[in-house]
């Protein structure tokens, strides 16, 4: 009786199988498409391991005189060699001013995320009540490993804080809600000294989903993911649109472009490029045959029609081959961190201008799975990863 | 060959033969496709690792299984990439006999008709059903078990629709 159940099953099984829907044509095509997306979007959204930095390289972007005004035709030269694979020296060794180890537990033992840099030598870290849901943030300082607490966060369920940037001696971060099935953005501050929260009060609620924060002067400046670069007092008054910049998103300020890093379609992210404040703009040299094009504020990257990945300057100039694409493009318009050889395995960070590279220290346990760092795209400036006991900062910026 | 041809291969070879087995897991056209589709994005994600140490094809399938008996994916789908078919006929199964189990195997909990798919479809043993779901080979036993027995209790005893054949 059960054996003949069981024939029968087989038999139904194999037989309904066949009435399965068949998969079109260019499938393929579509997943790695979204996919990549996707990629992108976690990326993004999560902020996480490097690509973080929006806070520490904007704020220094913004307090410095000129800003990047010069980096569309940068003096820096990309450096002949490709994508190294030997085994490197740790980055702590090749890059020991801007290399840190700090322990992953704060004083009474919760775990932390790092966020960003507030200067030069403070970190801002976020500790979570669940996944992902912040109940704090805290300013750790490099040079005396002292950690004081800045404020408490509080969100409704399902409502996260994100976009962390510093400037102007605040914290500014983001929520986002769905109101009536839309997302709404709505934006908050905390002093860095320490001190409540405050809501940025805008005269209308902010219809679309922040995609990136940065403090320029006393004002908040806020790209969407929808598209359209705005800015809004941080004491609160009204979010102005920024001229010129319909449909752009924030790369690094004052730089803003588009599309953004959101290319459903495999246009090449950042294409065009507008500096707001001085109205001068870029075209990025994008061949018809490639694909998955990044671009940052001074090169792109991507692979060619045979597939083989390249980085060169905006302006298609000295163009390079690289061993390996990088699906997110260059962290600073310089970094990108390899896969290593395996054995050992790991990854190494790789300064496309000097041609250094260190090992990061990562290695795949006994199931093969490792940890791997995704480098941010963009002015990312934070490299943020746990090792073992200890967690490793990397300050990109002091990465000459 | 790169990466990216060696994917794109992957899937115009297999994506049917992966279709069929998430149409059989979850019964439904839509929920084949989605279940696919997104097992395909995972392994994409997941390729140039999977490649090398694993085999894709298991790999993808111990995904789809996994999604479709995840608590978190119910009630959620992704935009599919390409339009279906309206749903096919079950008149097309071969014996009334066999409508009747695939109609009873809709009623199952997915993990008992998880466990029955592996076992009939994929011809997997307890053990190895075990490694996929991520449950103790008693669990397996003990689903396979309830799943049978419901399917026993709601189509009839085959000798009394199909005579005493064989």
């Known amino acids: ?400 | 060959m790169d990466d990216d041809s060696r994917f794109a291969d992957f899937v115009a070879a297999r994506a049917d033969a992966l279709l069929r087995y998430g149409y059989v897991l979850s019964g439904d056209p839509h929920d084949a496709a989605d279940l696919t589709q997104e097992a395909l994005l995972r392994l994409h994600r997941a390729w140039s690792r999977v490649y090398r140490k694993d085999n894709p094809e298991s790999y993808t399938r111990r995904i789809m299984a996994r999604l479709h008996i995840s608590v978190w994916r119910r009630g959620r789908r992704e935009r599919l990439f390409w339009d279906l078919p309206d749903q096919a006929h079950l008149d097309t199964l071969p014996s009334e006999a066999e409508q009747d189990l695939w109609q009873a195997l809709k009623g199952l909990p997915r993990k008992q008709r998880a466990v029955l798919v592996l076992r009939y479809y994929e011809q997997l043993t307890d053990a190895e059903i075990a490694t996929v779901l991520g449950v103790s080979r008693g669990t397996v036993r003990s689903h396979a078990s309830l799943g049978l027995s419901k399917l026993r209790s709601s189509v009839p005893h085959p000798t009394a629709t199909e005579g005493s054949a064989s």
Request: hydrophobic letters at 40%; one cysteine or more.
């Open chain 1, 1 to 400: 009786m059960n054996e003949h159940l069981e024939e029968m099953l087989r038999s139904a099984l194999g037989h309904a199988s066949e009435l399965a829907p068949q998969a079109p044509n260019n499938l393929s095509t579509h997943i790695v498409r979204r996919s990549r997306v996707r990629r992108i979007r976690a990326q993004a959204l999560l902020a996480a391991a490097a690509v973080v930095v929006i806070a520490g390289g904007v704020a220094v972007a913004v307090r410095g005189a000129g800003h990047d005004a010069t980096a569309v035709n940068p003096s820096v030269t990309p450096s002949p060699t490709a994508t190294e694979t030997r085994i490197p020296a740790s980055v702590e060794k090749v890059w020991p001013e801007a290399v840190w180890k700090i322990p992953v537990k704060l004083p009474g033992g919760r775990k932390f995320n790092p966020r960003g840099f507030v200067d030069d030598h403070t970190l801002l870290l976020e500790t979570w009540e669940s996944f992902e849901k912040a109940n704090a943030i805290y300013a750790y300082d490099l040079d005396s490993d002292r950690v004081r607490k800045i404020t408490n966060i509080r969100t409704p369920k399902g409502v996260y804080a994100s976009g962390y940037a510093a400037g102007g001696g605040r914290i500014v971060w983001q929520t986002i809600d769905v109101v009536h099935g839309k997302p709404v953005t709505s934006f908050w501050w905390a002093p860095v000294s320490g001190g409540e929260v405050t809501a940025v009060a805008t005269e209308r609620a902010v219809k679309g989903s922040g995609d990136k924060l940065t403090v320029v002067g006393d004002r908040l400046a806020f790209s969407l993911l929808e598209g359209g670069v705005f800015t809004v007092p941080l004491d609160g008054g009204a979010v102005e649109p920024v001229a010129g910049a319909a449909g752009h998103h924030i790369l690094r300020w004052p730089w803003v472009g588009t599309p953004g890093l959101y290319t459903p379609e495999g246009e090449a992210s950042f294409q065009e490029l507008l500096n707001v404040e001085t109205g001068e703009t870029s075209r990025a040299v994008v061949h018809p045959e490639e694909q998955n094009v990044r671009c940052g504020v001074t090169t792109c990257t991507g692979t060619r029609g045979d597939h083989t990945a390249f980085y060169r300057l905006r302006d298609g100039s000295q163009e390079r081959p690289l061993t390996r694409s990088s699906m997110s493009g260059l962290a600073r318009d310089r970094f990108l961190t390899p896969f290593l050889p395996n054995p050992p395995g790991g990854q190494a960070l790789y300064d496309l201008v000097t041609g250094k590279s260190g090992d990061l220290g990562l290695r795949p346990n006994v199931k093969g799975q490792s940890f791997a760092v995704e480098l941010g795209f963009g002015d990312g400036r934070m490299v943020a990863y746990p090792l073992g006991s200890e967690y490793v900062i990397i300050d990109l910026a002091k990465i000459r």
